[in-house]
């Protein structure tokens, strides 16, 4: 059954996709998307995984400028789920908009990462493989059912520098303060960006008030974020939700917090290929509200059927902020 989108959804995302994109962008909504995977590295080599998808008869293809990114089309999905690569643990299903972020943060081997946002632990994988057993990854989640469920991925997916810790992002930066070269902040959102008319509970729960809700957490969490970061460090900041107050607002509020000390910077997205045709720019304005112009370096990425709808933003820490309140 197809439910459509609420009216005031449908207004606001008017207002915010670029003229001449709306009706595609209306039009992802009703149809299932592609099924998106990563190869787990870290238990396996990813040719000898690829060959063996290959030889199970699973129709796939790689995505253009996201390095080791997979799709395979809504009907191929059962055929994917039922590969022995998947019950081995040896690719993760995940969205190609999630995997943006770990891309674009771009770790070194070696670093030291804090996800702050962790379960169910798609990202803290990818960032464990881009570290490398020289690095560290510490996953922070909250909730008690979510922060087992993103253990028992870690374990599963074999990464063994992953640290996962049970406890509120917005106040792990005390026990580490300013000690980590990169910070990621997958922010809890309102997830306009995976709204499905023929899946009516992906906006149950939608509304104007759940978007000032959500506000009220990343706002915690990406200040927490920016404090737990060093100087020199940087932080990617994202969201799968459309709405500018869960997105520029947010990034605009650091930028009045902490002035200088911090910068936006690129957001390191792959600038050609599928990824950069689905790519926007961030809104300098929003419904009689002026964000400061930095904020066109953030980037939205518009859904299709191949990826979601992803919110970025990159920042650059210049100075010591732990004195900022």
Known sequence: MLVPLPDPFVDRLREIVPEGRFEAVLASFEEPPATGFHVNTMLRDEDEVLSVLEDEDVPMAAVEGVPGAYVVPADGRPALLASRPYADGHIYIQNVSSQLAPIALAPRVGDRVLDLCAAPGSK?????????????????????????????????????????????????????????????????????????????????????????????????????????????????????????????????????????????????????????????????????????????????????????GFYVAKIAKRGSTVDSK
Not at 160 to 185: C, H, I, K, Q
Not at 233 to 258: D, H, I, Q, R, W
Request: proline share 6%.
């Open 124 to 308: 803290t994988g990818q960032l464990s493989m881009m570290v490398g057993k020289e690095g560290e990854v510490t996953a922070v989640e909250k909730a008690r059912p979510r922060f087992y469920k993103l253990k028992a991925n870690v374990y599963r997916q074999g990464a063994t520098n992953v640290l996962p810790w049970m406890g509120n992002g917005a106040v792990y930066w005390r026990r580490e303060p300013e000690s980590f070269d990169r910070v990621l902040v997958d922010a809890p959102c309102s997830t306009e960006g995976r709204f499905r008319t023929h899946e009516p509970e992906t906006t149950e729960y939608w509304s104007p008030r759940k978007i000032r809700e959500m506000r009220s957490k990343q706002v915690k969490l990406l200040w927490a974020g920016i404090q737990a970061l060093k100087p020199g460090g940087t932080l990617l900041y994202s969201t799968c939700t459309f709405a500018p107050e869960e997105n520029e607002a947010v990034v605009a509020k650091m930028l009045n917090t902490f002035g200088d000390k911090i910068e936006i910077v690129d957001a390191g997205l792959p600038t050609s290929g599928p990824v950069a045709e689905q790519v926007t720019a961030g809104l300098t304005s929003w419904q009689g509200r002026d964000f400061p112009q930095a904020l066109e370096l953030t980037r939205r990425v518009l859904p299709n059927d191949v990826f979601e």
